[in-house]
């Protein structure tokens, strides 16, 4: 299963994870202006000029010093459905370190897209049923965005919990 950019089409995107796979097992490196680098970010990536950059958390928390000028699309957050999830603190310290929209998805161990968040942002819509996720609460309230698959971390239907931002975890 192949990275799928957020909001089509996909600028220049650099991935930083190795976990994007074709049909017969192999990584998928190169899509379009879908690159992965599967060491993560580095001279390459970076001489690659990336309008978006696709990676987990960490990674993501690792650029935040980094000045990276063709960033100017968005910055795609993946993560596992076991990870723990972005929370407000995290999406502002990455708004204000790179000023671009930040979307998260979550990937199944195949590669396959499990969850995403729209251009809406208002939660990350459940792409099929993923018993994975089922803990999760979900909303089924039509979406912003028009599309009308639930979604888990909606907003109002997250419970108050003790923010720490990705970055200090
Ligand atoms: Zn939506």
């Avoid at 998260?104 to 969850?115: F, P, T």
Wanted: net charge negative; aromatic share 10%.
């Amino acid at each position: 299963m192949e990275f799928i950019y957020p909001v089509p089409p996909a600028p220049r995107t650099a991935v930083l994870v190795p976990w994007f796979r074709d049909r017969w097992n192999f990584p998928i490196l190169m899509k379009q202006s879908i690159r992965v680098f599967p060491e993560g970010w580095g001279m390459e990536a970076a001489r690659y000029q990336p309008a978006a950059i696709a990676g987990t958390s960490r990674q993501i928390c690792a650029l935040m010093p980094w000045r990276i000028p063709s960033l100017t699309h968005a910055v795609i957050v993946l993560a596992r459905p076991q990870d723990k999830r972005l929370n407000d603190l995290d999406r502002d310290l990455f708004w204000s370190s790179f000023h671009v929209p930040v979307f998260e998805q979550i990937i199944g161990n195949s590669g396959e897209l499990m969850a995403f968040e729209c251009e809406a942002h208002d939660g990350l819509h459940l792409e099929s049923h993923h018993t994975a996720l089922t803990h999760e609460t979900t909303c089924s309230e039509p979406c912003p965005c028009g599309r009308k698959t639930p979604r888990i971390g909606v907003t109002d239907w997250v419970e108050s919990e003790h923010r720490i931002a990705a970055c200090a975890r």
